[in-house]
């Protein structure tokens, strides 16, 4: 088994794919070379998960640049992928040097969503002599179709924030801090494996849950309120994102209405999600429901998005992306309605779109849970 930087793919070495893949896009747009600056990207073409790296890949070449704190894992996890070069002063400085040996490299391209006006203004200054073009998801576009070592890893990140909630869940009650359940769910993650948390774990109680990136706070649930937990688990790299909203005691009418429409409208975009639909034909499935149902001005965010090596990644599921899904994408799907000073309900699953349908990786039960 091949194992690399949190990637595993069976027998096989994707990495070369990739590389070989980022070759044609550079091809195809008459660049020399890119200049890889995103982490996550590094790590996917390389398998490297350091902090510290700058990725060159030419039609001969690829080299990673890292410091002296990484000289021995870089050659663990890249193990072959890449031609590594330890850097003792800056990566910049090792990256003129770099491309100063590179015969026929004349335009460059560069990550535009990634790169800092300082650098930016290094490549300008310092790397005068090259010709840099800005480029935008050459290696994001391949990052959002996901290989069966990558499923498998997002499989286990899901398995472990289930395991985690299974283990909260019970342990919620009234009197309670949302910094002291975030704090006792964040704990059963690592107990569970997560070696990671992707984002701060969400934890938004009674009115408070209208807020759909609420913070964890100093308030104190109550009975009778609404508990929204919105949280994931981290992998081998690989992110997983699930969210249930929960009541503390008997819920009333008006909870069990709005949250009855939030789980009919996850049931009906899960399932109906398909390859080949666009960003916009997907969040309107779940979108028009809501809104049939008199809350479409009470969910204001899209459907979902890709979930990967990043929390939020491509593809998108939203009212303005007119691109086709793509066989191999996992998605969140998670509608929700918000009213302020009453609460909110989202409910969030992870989802693989396959040639043969949608799969819902995420199994903890929808149903409505009244804790006592």
């Known amino acids: 088994m091949f194992v690399s930087g949190g990637v595993v793919t069976g027998s096989i070495d994707t990495r070369p794919a990739r590389v070989a893949a980022i070759r044609d896009a550079l091809a195809r747009a008459d660049l020399d070379a890119l200049l890889v600056s995103s982490l996550a990207n590094v ?32 050659e663990e996890e890249v193990d072959g992928a890449a031609t590594v070069r330890i850097e003792s002063t800056n990566l910049w400085t090792g990256l003129w040097a770099q491309l100063g040996t590179l015969t026929s490299v004349e335009r460059i391209g560069f990550e535009s969503m990634h790169c800092l006006h300082c650098d930016f203004a290094r490549l300008l200054e310092k790397g005068a002599r090259w010709s840099w073009r800005p480029t935008t998801d050459v290696v994001e576009t391949l990052r959002a179709v996901k290989d069966a070592g990558e499923l498998a890893h997002i499989e286990r990140a899901v398995a472990v924030a289930e395991t985690a909630l299974r283990r909260t869940v019970p342990m919620l009650r009234a009197g309670l801090t949302e910094t ?59 992110c997983s994102d699930i969210t249930r909203t929960f009541v503390l005691g008997r819920a009333s009418d008006e909870q069990r209405e709005i949250y009855d429409i939030v789980r009919e409208a996850n049931a009906r975009a899960s399932g109906a999600i398909r390859v080949g639909m666009t960003g916009m034909a997907a ?18 965010h899209s459907l979902g998005h890709g979930i990967g090596l990043e929390v939020h990644e491509a593809p998108r599921l939203s009212r303005v992306v007119e691109s086709p899904l ?37 199994g903890f039960p929808r149903d409505l849970h009244e804790l006592s």
């Open 43 to 74: 790590r996917y073409v390389t398998g490297f998960s350091g902090s510290n790296a700058l990725l060159v890949i030419t039609a001969k070449d690829c080299i990673l640049l890292t410091d002296s704190r990484y000289a021995t894992q870089v």
């Open 180 to 238: 002291a359940v975030a704090g006792v769910l964040e704990g059963h993650l690592r107990d569970a494996g997560s070696e990671a948390f992707p984002f701060p774990s969400i934890v938004a109680s009674g009115p408070r849950s209208a807020l759909p990136h609420a913070r964890a706070g100093d308030r104190v649930l109550k009975t009778g309120d609404l508990v929204l937990l919105d949280f994931g688990a981290v992998t081998a790299g690989y």
């Open 283 to 300: 969040d309107a499935v779940a979108r028009d429901y809501i809104a049939g149902r008199g809350f479409g001005e009470a969910f204001g």
């Open 326 to 362: 793509a066989a191999g994408s996992v998605v969140t799907i998670e509608p929700g309605i918000y009213r302020p000073g009453w609460g909110g309900v989202r409910i969030e699953d992870d989802v693989f779109l396959s040639d043969a349908g949608p799969r819902v990786l995420t």
